[in-house]
């Protein structure tokens, strides 16, 4: 089981020239990641779940706790949530893994290509960007991605928060305050702050990607 508490941010369309160009600035250049395809199952009235089939593994995500609109810039609102995550390979789950991916139209498929910064926090409370490999006990990962959906172009911005469950919280808003603390800050709203599986249900009626997972 994996804790975390986190914010997410989707907007339709490219990312935004000012908001690459602060995401760009900071301790530690960004690292890119391999652009891959993750598949979302539907889930109808499910916003607190979220199921994906992602490079031969199968994640699910609870959401536990919903921390509320927290303003963390002077234009800057995220709706933060506390969320659980269990990883089973493929071959963990047996021959039940048919009947889960089901007809073609129950998934959607998302191709994503990221950018990472990772912050660590030590038990004093500093905030120091690390490598995107380096092993950290408590920290935070901010998101930059270039999502396509149904052929459209959306982009994300998220910070999820790892570590000891109990300090996941103060451990978020540590980093956010570190990395949003200047002028060059992008504008961010609470209208488009929502998980995942919210953001799938908000394009539900779209008709799906006629594709299979892996």
Known sequence: MFPTVETRWFYPGSIPTDVLAWYHYGE?????????????????????????LREGRIEIKQRVEQYGVEHLHEHVYALVEGWRKWS????DIGSGLGEL????PAWIAIRK????????????????????????????????????????PWWSLAFETFGPEETLHATFMRVARHVLR???????????SY??????????????NDQTPP
Do not use: M
């Open 113 to 152: 290509a990221r950018r990472l910064r990772r912050y660590c926090v030590t038990e004093a409370g500093a905030v120091t960007a690390v490598a995107g490999a380096e092993i950290v006990v408590a920290g935070c990962n901010i998101e930059l991605a270039e999502l396509t959906i149904h052929g459209e």
């Open 28 to 52: 530690r250049a960004p690292e890119a990641q391999p652009t891959r395809i993750d598949y979302y199952l539907r889930l109808t009235n499910h916003a607190d779940l979220g199921i994906k």
């Open 195 to 208: 998980s995942y599986a919210h953001w799938i249900q908000r394009i539900y009626e779209q008709p799906c």
């Open 101 to 104: 991916s089901g007809p073609r």
């Open 88 to 91: 089973f390979g493929v071959s």
């Open 182 to 192: 200047d002028d060059t800050v992008p504008p961010l709203d609470v209208d488009h």
